[in-house]
T-cell receptor
């Protein structure tokens, strides 16, 4: 149980275009999902917290107009990277929180974004 | 000083050895501590979850938390080549659905 999927697993796009990444909890409902970014040999860095039916909360330094987050249902959150630039190339990972006595986070397999 | 410090390695040990992985942290408000395993180009997989100080054991894995020293450890007994991966420590302050603060991860190699 507690499986999280992401789509696509890998995407290459041209500079200036927008890319949407989907995160789904397959066998549980998640009122809260998270988006992280991981650069090579670096920690996972929390970008934003996504709550179903409300606006996302962004971490300091993360541009909300560039990284649009939509959490339209209890099993789906999307991250749209708008007007992507090469410096946005990274590994984007989502997680979904579920209650198991405490809140545990289960991570998706990640999406490798390359902006050319 | 970063919030969570973790030696990136690589740490290379022979099969069957006991592995010790560690993190230190600076924020005394952290209460919940986790260890994740991440294979290359994959998402992190939750291994262990502990609250406050103490030990927790699950099979070959033991997690220890020493809040007084702001130091957490993960021990792996009877290490296997399949344990080769990056191990990330993570922590948060509250028990709710809050974002995690991660260490950089330690790359572990178990030699057959």
């Amino acid at each position: 149980g507690a499986v999280v999927s992401q789509h696509p697993s890998r995407v290459i796009c041209k500079s200036g275009t927008s890319v949407k990444i989907e995160c789904r909890s397959l066998d549980f409902q998640a009122t809260t999902m998270f988006w992280y970014r991981q650069f090579p040999k670096k920690s996972l860095m929390l970008m934003a917290t996504s709550n179903e039916g409300s606006k996302a909360t962004y971490e300091q330094g993360v541009e909300k107009d560039k990284f649009l987050i939509n959490h339209a249902s209890l099993t789906l959150s999307t991250l749209t990277v708008t007007s992507a630039h090469p410096e946005d190339s990274s590994f984007y990972i989502c997680s979904a929180a579920t209650w198991k006595g405490v809140y545990e986070q289960y991570f998706g397999p990640g999406t490798r974004l390359t902006v050319t | 000083q970063k919030e969570v410090e973790q030696d990136p390695g690589p740490l290379s040990v022979p099969e069957g050895a006991i592995v010790s992985l560690n993190c230190t942290y600076s924020n005394s408000a952290f209460q919940y501590f986790m260890w994740y395993r991440q294979y290359s180009r994959k998402g992190p997989e939750l291994l262990m979850y502990t609250y406050s100080s103490g030990n927790k054991e699950d099979g070959r894995f033991t997690a220890q938390v020493d809040k007084s020293s702001k130091y957490i450890s993960l021990f792996i007994r009877d290490s296997q080549p399949s344990d080769s991966a990056t191990y990330l420590c993570a922590m948060r302050t509250g028990g709710g659905a809050d974002g995690l603060t991660f260490g950089k991860g330690t790359h572990l190699i178990i030699q057959p």
